[in-house]
């Protein structure tokens, strides 16, 4: 599986583990207490494959972006939490933030750059 594909999944995963945290009624609830618990925990191997390859930086800002971004609609459809303009306005910078750090890393495959002694 591609590092992509890892952090994918790990998105995914902690998405539906924060989704299992709030209606474990802090871990009161047993069934959502522990599909929580497992869920982040498949979610943090997957992060952890997809740092084998990815820089940290980008994969811990797409994972958080994209979470934020994700949780955030769960929230306002399957929660009844609030919206707002602001708010969506918000989300789209860190969306936006997600793309640019995602084509900036498009050139080598790993974001990288390597510093030659002539560029010094």
Do not use: H
């Not at 009624?25 to 084998?52: K, W």
């Amino acid at each position: 599986m591609s590092a992509w594909t890892y952090l994918g999944l790990g998105i995914v995963f902690e998405v539906i583990g924060t989704s299992f945290l709030k209606v474990s009624n802090g871990f009161s609830e047993s069934v959502p207490s522990t599909l929580c618990v497992m869920f982040f925990v498949a979610a943090l191997y997957m992060l952890s494959q997809s740092v084998r390859t990815l820089e940290i930086g980008v994969v811990y800002a797409i994972w958080s972006g994209v979470g934020i971004a994700l949780i955030s609609i769960i929230g306002v459809f399957f929660f009844n939490e609030s919206v707002s303009l602001t708010k969506m306005g918000c989300i789209a910078l860190i969306i936006i933030g997600v793309v640019g750090l995602q084509m900036a890393t498009e050139g080598d495959g790993t974001g990288a750059k390597t510093i030659k002694s002539e560029d010094q």
